[in-house]
């Protein structure tokens, strides 16, 4: 049986004083426009499905308030292995003060190997108690390790908007 796995990234996230920050478990809620954002995708999936899909959510703010407004009466359940990565040192530092280039990454964050792990095993637990199509509201971070291995190529991110990745 064909399903549909639907990897959603949260509404954009509202940043103390605006400005924008490395966050992985820093547990931040969403701006007015991320709400906006996440009532858009409930529109979106009950013009798309007309069917009621089940939602996975990230504990975080952000990913959960996400997941309740596009869900609307579908159910929404809360799943830890949908959690952003550790950014490790550089966690709520300002985007503006990270030095790095695409390929550096926090020595004592979580790695990305190990996110994709986590990930691929919290879909394939969730997968195996559902049946249908699914959404998991997650993370840039979390959701583009997964990307990359499906898609062969390097795990990079830099995701300034929400995304839908329809898989």
Same mark, same amino acid.
């Given at each position: ?9 949260? $509404? ?21 426009? $991320?709400? !906006?954002? &996440?009532?858009?995708? &409930? ?14 959510? /990230? ?17 929404? #359940?809360?799943?830890? &292995? ?5 950014? &490790? ?6 985007? /503006? ?17 190990? $996110?994709?792990? !986590? ?21 840039? $971070? ?23 990745? !329809? #898989?």
């Amino acid at each position: 049986m064909m399903r549909d796995l639907y990897l959603v990234r949260h $509404g954009q996230v509202d940043f103390p004083n605006n400005i924008r920050r490395c966050i992985g478990w820093t547990d931040l809620p969403l701006s007015p426009k $991320g709400k !906006r954002q &996440g009532q858009e995708l &409930g529109k979106y999936f009950r013009l798309a499905t007309a069917k009621q899909i089940p939602v996975f959510t /990230s504990p975080l703010k952000r990913a959960s308030e996400t997941a309740e407004l596009l869900a609307e009466e579908n159910p929404v #359940l809360v799943e830890e &292995g949908l959690k952003e990565l550790n950014m &490790g040192e550089w966690e709520n530092i300002p985007m /503006s003060q990270l030095k790095k280039s695409l390929e550096s990454w926090p020595e004592s964050g979580e790695q990305k190997n190990d $996110g994709l792990i !986590r990930i691929r095993n919290t879909l394939e637990r969730i997968l195996a108690k559902t049946e249908g199509d699914i959404i998991c509201v997650a993370h840039a $971070g979390l959701n583009s390790c997964l990307l990359a291995e499906l898609w062969n190529i390097p795990c990079r991110f830099q995701s300034p908007s929400p995304a839908l990745w !329809r #898989l």
